[in-house]
């Protein structure tokens, strides 16, 4: 079985792509390109799932999923931030019914 240690070893590669060379990696590629151009490929990747959902072939939107996941993992590593760090909201999270957590939050007027 696959572990979450995959995204600890993807979090590490794409860290170190912030010094590679564009030419020959894709994620330094986009590093280079710059915040622009990486959130517009969330946008795609994002739009692409939500169709894979629609036309219930179960292995594409597998498929989706991982390059949104992906994407959205260089996102977090050109902001100096990983996988990690979501893990550790989510597991902040844990146990917390977000019926719950939406009822206890401060009334806005
Ligand atoms: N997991 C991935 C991964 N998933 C998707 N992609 C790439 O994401 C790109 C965008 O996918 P699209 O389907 O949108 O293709 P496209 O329309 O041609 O993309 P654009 O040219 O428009 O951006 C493709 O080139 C995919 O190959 C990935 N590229 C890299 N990784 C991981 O990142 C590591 C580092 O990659 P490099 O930096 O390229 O060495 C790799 O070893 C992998 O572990």
């Given at each position: 079985m696959v572990s979450a240690e995959i995204l600890e070893r993807l979090s590490a590669t794409l860290a170190s792509r912030?010094?590679?060379?564009p030419s020959t990696s894709y994620v330094a590629k986009l590093f280079h390109k710059g915040q622009e151009a990486i959130l517009k490929k969330v946008g795609e990747e994002a739009l692409e799932t939500i169709l894979a959902a629609k036309d219930g072939d179960r292995r594409h939107l597998v498929s989706e999923v991982a390059d949104l996941w992906f994407h959205t993992m260089v996102l977090l590593a050109n902001e100096g931030l990983s996988a990690e760090d979501v893990l550790a909201e989510l597991a902040r999270r844990e146990g917390i019914s977000g019926i719950d957590e939406k009822a206890s939050r401060p009334v806005k007027d």
């Open positions: 912030r010094e590679a060379d």
